[in-house]
């Protein structure tokens, strides 16, 4: 008898069995990224799970407490869409000078990083204002965006989303210089804007960041806390 064999075959079996689990492992499938799954209605974009209980926030790119907001309740909400536990809505509505332009943009951002380009929007709220005031500051610049307001809506964007630095931003999310520039060129994109921030309007919305839960709209008065509090766990 081999003295040694019974040791050898228990090695043997645990080799085995490492390689089986770890195969198994390998083989399984990753959990599913709901944040990628996007729908454009008239009204904006909804991100995640279909059956999943619904968060809609009326919001403008440039609005302070809607930054407030997203600083605050970003991280989580996120984690939520991603996991399938919550959908997410972001309607467009129209208030300072960058949120034509910025929505314009969101909507030609593939729909994968869609939702990742309005958090990185709202993330560098402060810097893309900086910039606009900066251009106030230039005689010349202020000429060029005063005269593209008077142009209309679609030269004006242009303008803005080169003052603010969202080209660059865009770009870093897949959409290159000459297609933005295309993208904010279009007439269709900007009716589909001039549309969704109507259709706020028409639906009682005077103000951001406005939010629903489940088809209520909630209190302007409410915090981030009790938002938080609202969402699943």
């Given at each position: 008898a081999d003295p040694g064999g019974g040791m050898?075959?228990?090695?043997?079996?645990?080799?085995?069995?490492?390689?089986?689990?770890?195969?198994?492992?390998?083989a399984a499938?990753?959990?599913?990224?709901?944040?990628?799954?996007v729908i454009e209605s008239a009204e904006g974009w909804t991100f995640?799970?279909?059956?999943?209980?619904?968060?809609?926030?009326?919001?403008?790119?440039?609005?302070?407490?809607?930054?407030?907001?997203?600083a605050a309740t970003t991280e989580?909400?996120?984690?939520?869409?991603?996991?399938g536990k919550l959908r997410f809505a972001w309607r467009p509505f129209l208030i300072f000078p960058q949120d034509r332009a910025a929505a314009v943009l969101t909507r030609c951002i593939?729909?994968?990083?869609?939702?990742?380009?309005?958090?990185?929007?709202?993330?560098?709220?402060?810097?893309?204002?900086?910039?606009?005031?900066a251009a106030d500051r230039d005689e010349r610049l202020r000429s060029a965006l005063f005269e593209a307001e008077l142009r209309g809506?679609?030269?004006h964007s242009a303008?803005?989303?080169?003052?603010?630095?969202?080209?660059?931003?865009?770009?870093?999310?897949?959409l290159m210089r000459p297609q933005a520039n295309a993208c904010l060129s279009s007439a269709a994109n900007h009716d589909w804007v001039t549309e969704a921030d109507m259709a706020a309007r028409l639906g009682g919305i005077t103000g951001t960041p406005t939010y629903s839960w489940k088809g209520n709209r909630?209190?302007?008065?409410?915090?981030?806390?009790?938002?938080?509090?609202?969402?699943p766990l």
């Open positions: 050898r075959f228990g090695k043997a079996v645990l080799a085995a069995l490492a390689l089986l689990f770890a195969t198994s492992a390998a499938p990753a959990a599913p990224d709901h944040r990628l799954s995640g799970k279909a059956n999943a209980p619904l968060l809609a926030e009326y919001a403008s790119y440039g609005c302070p407490h809607c930054g407030q907001f997203a989580r909400i996120d984690r939520l869409v991603r996991a593939a729909a994968p990083r869609r939702l990742d380009f309005i958090k990185a929007l709202m993330a560098q709220q402060s810097a893309i204002q900086a910039s606009l005031q809506p679609v030269d303008a803005i989303a080169k003052a603010a630095g969202l080209l660059p931003l865009a770009e870093s999310f897949g909630l209190a302007r008065t409410i915090t981030p806390d009790e938002l938080l509090a609202l969402l």
